[in-house]
């Protein structure tokens, strides 16, 4: 089997490429000169050129915030290169394994989302990312749609390093407490995508739309609790107090209060187990203080 992996430089494509390579499944990644989404005539071109079996969609636009001001180059690279890049893969009998994101929902459900919720989403970001769903499902019979929760690493922007960097810099640092997910390291994504692919390459046909995220949920004030007992064992924090602050508070686009998802269908479709996110956070969040050097 031949894949291309689309965004390699993502916190999940980059580990999808490691362990790829670990397993001796031969993949290529265009760069962004070989392959812009905003773009879509480069599309066409770098699948005739690389013959793939499956591709893999890592890349986006994931500035939710951004995305509320420059809407047409989110839904450019969300949406249009999205269809684009389905409809090339059905001509040529290529699979598509799109990533897609808890932001197709508005978060008001009380549990962990599953597959059969009605999607609604709120703001630019997650619209573009339902509409490429939908192009996805009308133009690409051979799919694979998966929706994430919080993807964390030590590498690229991300709410672990959001909130760690904050809490290096500043004396107090604002946190949701109602805004919940499950923290999944972009390696554990990347372990759950490959082993989809494997079946994929041994003949599974179960195309549709799957979710993963870890085994627990925690609200942003939660998580930043266990990220300052975790980082306080590597580096001298400045923050003292973690002020309280509802998403209702917050200015511009909000997030999903609700962005976790139920995994029960990739478990009882490919036999994939959701892991626990507690003991790879200690990991990155000690790579993300090496990283670090310079005193706070
Ligand atoms: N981060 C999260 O919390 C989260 C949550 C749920 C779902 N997801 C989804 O999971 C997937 C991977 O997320 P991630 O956090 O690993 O991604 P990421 O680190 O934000 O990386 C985004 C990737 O998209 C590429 N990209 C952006 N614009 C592009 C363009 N015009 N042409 C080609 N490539 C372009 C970037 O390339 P450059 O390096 O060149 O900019 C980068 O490789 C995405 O679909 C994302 O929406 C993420």
Not at 53 to 65: G, R
Not at 127 to 145: D, P, Y
Not at 153 to 174: G, H
Request: proline content about 6%.
């Amino acid at each position: 089997m031949k894949v291309l992996v689309i965004g390699q430089t993502s916190q999940v494509g980059y580990e999808v490429c490691r362990i790829l390579s670990d397993k001796g499944i031969s993949w290529h990644a265009p760069d962004r000169a070989e392959l812009d989404l905003s773009r879509p005539n480069q599309i066409r071109a770098c699948l005739d050129r690389h013959q793939p079996d499956l591709v893999i969609n890592a890349a986006a636009y994931n500035n939710p915030v951004k995305a509320e001001n420059e809407p047409s180059r989110c839904f450019s690279i969300n949406r249009d290169a999205v269809a684009e890049l389905a409809d090339c893969c059905q001509r040529q009998g290529i699979i598509l394994f799109q990533l897609s994101s808890y932001r197709v929902f508005d978060g008001t459900k009380q549990e962990p989302y599953n597959e059969k919720d009605p999607t609604n989403p709120t703001g630019v970001l997650g619209n573009s990312r339902l509409q490429a769903e939908q192009q996805i499902r009308e133009r690409c019979e051979r799919h694979i749609i998966l929706r994430l929760s919080w993807i964390i690493s030590a590498r690229r922007p991300n709410i672990l390093r959001r909130l760690a960097e904050r809490m290096l810099a500043n004396k107090e640092v604002y946190v949701t407490p109602d805004q919940l997910g499950c923290p999944t390291p972009a390696d554990d994504a990347a372990r759950i995508i490959v082993a989809m692919v494997q079946q994929l390459d041994c003949g599974a046909q179960v195309w549709g739309t799957y979710h993963y995220a870890t085994t627990e949920s925690v609200s942003e004030s939660n998580f930043a609790e266990v990220l300052i007992a975790e980082a306080s064992q590597h580096r001298d924090l400045n923050v003292r107090k973690l002020i309280m602050a509802n998403i209702e508070s917050r200015e511009g686009i909000k997030p999903p209060a609700n962005g976790t998802l139920s995994s029960n269908k990739v478990l009882n479709t490919f036999g994939v187990h959701a892991r626990p996110w507690r003991s790879a956070v200690a990991r990155i969040i000690r790579e993300v203080c090496d990283q670090k050097s310079s005193p706070p």
